[in-house]
Each structure stands twice: as C-alpha cells, then as structure tokens.
C-alpha cells in the first residue's frame, strides 16, 4: 500500500488528521462534487480536478488549489460518515484517487497507512491476495476508536491559534505541538455548517496495543522478524518503498509496529520465498532454478558423450587419451544457453506463456467439469476430484524453472475459478495441495513450504492465516 501523507485538514473535514493544521475551505464547494472537479480541470496549466462516484452512494472529489498549485484538495464524502477533506500534495492526487476508489482500504488512513472502512480498524495492505486482487484485510486487535469528542474531553484553548489560509501556507515537517487547541478551534467553527457530524461520531484516531511506543521495532527488529540480515534491509533513504510503512518517522529511523513488520515478512517470503527454495547449484557454482539446472545437467551429458562418440571415431585421437576434465567443461558451456532458452525470456525454445495459460485452462476446466457434475446430480455439497497426472507433472516442469512465477499462477488458477465457478479459495487451495502430494516430484514439506508461500490468504486453511 502507498501511503500518502496529507499536509492539511480542511476546515470543514468531519474527520481531522492528528498533528496537522487548518486550512480554510470555505472558496471549495464541498456540496456539489462537478464543482470542485471544475475548479481545476482545464482551468489552465498544472491545474486539474476530478470527481466520481463510489459504489456505496458517495463520491470522491479532486482539484488542484490554483492560489497554491503545489497542493490538492481531496474530499471524500460517505453518506453516513460524513465527509473528509484533506490537502495533499498535487501529485499525489491519483494515488489517493485510486486508494479511495480501488483500493478495497476505508477512506481512513493513520499511523503509516492503518484504515478505517467506517466499522473497524485494519493493518496497512502488504499482504497480496490474487484470488480477490487486492491486499488482504488484517483487523487491528483491540483497537479503540479515538473521536473529536473524546479528546476534546480534556483542556483546550483555541484564543491561541488560528485557521490558516490556503494563498500562502506551506506544509511542515513535524506535526503542530499543540494540536489540541487546533481541534478545539475547528470544534468552534463547526456551528457554521448545516446539520455538522456530532463530535462522537468525528473519527480523529485509533489506538491499539499494537500501536503503543514501546512495541515498536526498529530496522534491527524488522530484520530479525523478518529472518534476514540487517545489510540486507533496503536502505531507509533511497530504498524505502521497498520497506513497510512506519507507524513513526523517530529521528533516529522509522519505527513499524510488530504485526505491520509481520506482514512485510509474510509478503516478502511470498515474493522471494519460492525462487530461493526450488534453486539448485549449477556446474558453474551459480545459483539458479533447479528446473534450470536439471536441464543443463541433462544437455551437459547429451553433448559431452557425443563429443567422447566423435573422439573415438577420430583418428586424431585414436593414440591421445581423451582429456575428460576439458570435455566436461567444454560440454557445459556448449550446454549452457540452450537450457536457459527452454524456459527464459524472449527467443525461448518454449513458449512459457503459452504453457502457463495452458496449466491454467487445464485446472479450471478439470474444476468446471466437477461443479457440472455436481449441478447435475444435484449433489448439495461439491467435491472436487484431483488434478489430473499429467497436469501436475506439467504444473511441476514449469515451477520449477519459473518459481518466481508460482504465486502469479496459483493466484490467476483461484481468481478464475471464484469468479467463473464461484469456487472459495480456500477450497481449490486445499485441492492444489492434495494433488501435489499426491504426483509432484518434490518432497512432501517442499511441496507444503512452496504453498505456504505461493498461496494467496484466502486460499490457505482458516488455522494457518
């Protein structure tokens, strides 16, 4: 999930982000969504606005600010959560956009990327669930609420700040320390509007065990949880997409909470995990798919005993001992790049897209065949058979010379067959498993590590998500 960082609150937001300003809205006409997309949308150079609506009645509205074109406006209104206006960077107007639209993540957004879908609170999305596309929902444990009017319930004293104006604000990089007096201010105001939120039902922030200061990790923990060495970290600086969200940007290095830092693990074994468990060592002392090696070992042999075949008949050889260490090298160069065509890239020996959408159509259609039978018997529980042989020995030839594909693969196999069959995850995951122990050439835990990995969530069993 990327997460954007907003730099203001609107004035008139039911939902205020801890830690930042006010900015004025009244010029934006919250009320009428084809108005603020016109405020921006060829209006003139670096301007732009855009408006659509959302599945559930509401709708999101966008407009660069032309007094102050480095920033947006981002409103998003829920016909029973009220509304949220918030002032972003300009470029990050389409990755909010898409987050709100697509994004399958509520409307908002805390602590590095927690979301709240307006009845509880989940974990940022890291976890990729290719059965459903999109990340897998983590509720937060023991997570309380945090309204307006809850915090409101201690000292303020709003005389001592102002609004700000849009003309000539500039974001800062470490939140208002006296925040309270900010709210208390905004709370003010608010008897401006028609019919405003009440204050215990303006979502401000969350807390949860998870969340506490203390329980933070550093990279050092986040190395560890991930199983991996600190040198191999991303660098916070210039790797940083490529690290979970932090929960806290401390001055001395961002902070994760413990289950966040779990999830990234978790995502990155998905990733990562199925290259390094199917590869293999090749004559060369390289590391690379095991598929890949088998191959090479194979053709190495094919070209050294023809090489041995052509010395014997040569009578240049008829009174040298053949040099079986030079044979064996030179027939492993010679071997070397027709096995890396049978399974890479462009000019491949083997059509490997062609394959995979094959491996595909050959499970769907083995489980299409099953729900036929099943509707036409009438049967009130469905049974899936097992995947044919000669599929799974398929399934195995192309995994293991593209491991790094199997999680793509499985994923596409339990998308097609939930939205073509109505077929649950859970239950042609289980089926993908009994079928590999039943005729892959790999080992049993192999064959359950590989899955562990390459499944999405909803396909594994309910005990080990």
């Not at 500039?170 to 105001?189: F, G, V, Y």
């Not at 693990?265 to 468990?277: F, K, T, W, Y």
């Not at 083995?366 to 009438?378: P, Q, T």
């Amino acid at each position: 999930m990327h997460v954007i960082h907003p730099v203001a609150n609107g004035l008139r937001t039911d939902h205020p982000v801890p830690g930042l300003p006010f900015i004025n809205d009244e010029r934006l006409p919250l009320d009428n969504p084809d108005a603020i997309e016109r405020t921006g949308r060829n209006q003139g150079e670096g301007l732009w606005g855009r408006t659509d609506s959302l599945r559930d009645g509401g709708w999101v509205a966008f407009t660069t600010e032309p007094k102050n074109r480095s920033y947006a406006w981002a409103v998003h209104h829920h016909p029973e959560y009220g509304r949220t206006v918030l002032l972003i960077h300009d470029q990050d107007m389409s990755d909010l956009h898409h987050d709100w639209m697509y994004g399958h993540s509520g409307f908002l957004y805390r602590h590095g990327g927690y979301w709240w879908d307006g009845t509880a609170w989940h974990r940022p999305g890291q976890v990729l669930d290719r059965a459903f596309e999109h990340y897998d929902p983590r509720p937060v444990r023991a997570a309380t609420t945090v309204t307006a009017a809850d915090l409101l319930a201690q000292a303020a004293t709003p005389d001592n700040v102002h609004v700000s104006k849009i003309a000539d604000f500039t974001a800062s990089k470490t939140p208002l320390p006296n925040w309270l007096d900010h709210l208390a201010l905004w709370a003010q105001q608010r008897h401006r509007l028609p019919a405003p939120q009440p204050l215990d039902q303006c979502v401000v922030d969350l807390r949860a065990p998870e969340l506490e200061p203390a329980r933070l990790v550093d990279r050092a923990g986040l190395a560890k949880i991930a199983g991996i060495a600190l040198n191999d970290l991303p660098h916070p600086e210039r790797g940083r997409r490529h690290l979970p969200p932090p929960q806290v940007d401390a001055p001395e290095g961002p902070r994760w909470s413990e289950p966040v830092a779990r999830d990234w693990a978790e995502q990155r074994r998905s990733a990562d995990g199925p290259a390094a468990l199917l590869a293999g060592t090749t004559t060369f002392g390289t590391s690379q798919p095991c598929g890949l090696v088998t191959d090479h070992n194979l053709l190495t042999k094919i070209i050294k005993d023809s090489l041995e075949d052509e010395d014997t008949r040569s009578i240049k050889r008829r009174f040298a001992k053949t040099d079986e260490k030079r044979t064996q090298e030179t027939a492993a160069t010679l071997a070397w790049w027709p096995a890396v065509a049978l399974s890479e890239g462009p000019g491949s020996l083997f059509p490997m897209s062609a394959l995979r959408t094959t491996l595909i159509e050959a499970v769907v259609g083995g489980l299409a065949d099953d729900v036929a039978r099943a509707r036409k018997w009438e049967k009130d529980e469905l049974s899936l058979g097992d995947i044919r042989t000669d599929v799974v020995k398929l399934l195995d030839w192309f995994i293991l010379r593209n491991p790094d594909a199997t999680p793509g693969l499985f994923g596409d196999i339990l998308l097609i067959a939930r939205t073509r069959l109505d077929l649950a995850p859970e239950q042609v995951g289980s089926l993908l498993r009994r079928s590999f122990h039943l005729d892959s050439e790999l080992d049993g835990e192999t064959i359950d590590t590989l899955l562990d990995m390459a499944l999405p969530p909803s396909a594994k069993r309910a005990d080990d998500r």
